[in-house]
């Protein structure tokens, strides 16, 4: 009998580890934390990792001069330029990128925003940088 009291309490002391486990796991993953981007600013022209609220379109507030000047760097997988694509003006005022972006350099769409991170892209430049609308 005291057996499967011990073997009973035991299981009980697991189950507590693991809740305490998983608790601490999910609670690092947080996936409404805002994520930081390598960006470069259209107004101060400065480089700078901007805190990308997730969800939120660019262009993002720029830590330096505090305007939503700040764009992602792209980067174009035909001539391994970086570059900030086209902005445009839409009716309510704001200022986006444009919705189907190119190179702003060689003109193709072979483009994706650039993460650093990945390794594999590795800029020969950085086309000039697109004015503000
Ligand atoms: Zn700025
Ligand atoms: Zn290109």
């Not at 994520?35 to 262009?59: H, K, M, S, T, Y």
């Not at 830590?63 to 992602?72: F, I, L």
């Not at 330029?81 to 445009?88: G, M, S, Y």
Request: one cysteine or more.
């Amino acid at each position: 009998m005291k057996n499967y009291i011990l073997v009973g309490v035991a299981i009980l002391l697991l189950a507590f580890a693991a809740w305490r486990l998983t608790g601490r796991r999910s609670g690092k993953l947080n996936l409404s934390r805002p994520v930081l981007q390598p960006a470069v600013c259209l107004n101060c022209q400065q480089e700078i990792d901007v805190e990308r609220p997730f969800g939120e379109a660019p262009p993002y507030k720029c830590p330096a001069c505090d305007q939503r000047t700040a764009c992602p760097w792209w980067y174009c997988y035909d001539c391994h330029w970086r570059f900030v694509p086209e902005l445009r003006k839409t009716e309510d005022g704001r200022v986006r990128p444009e919705g189907n972006p190119v190179c702003t350099h060689c003109g193709c769409a072979n483009v994706s925003e650039w993460y650093p991170a990945s390794g594999t892209q590795t800029p020969m430049g950085d086309a000039p940088l697109p004015h503000l609308p």
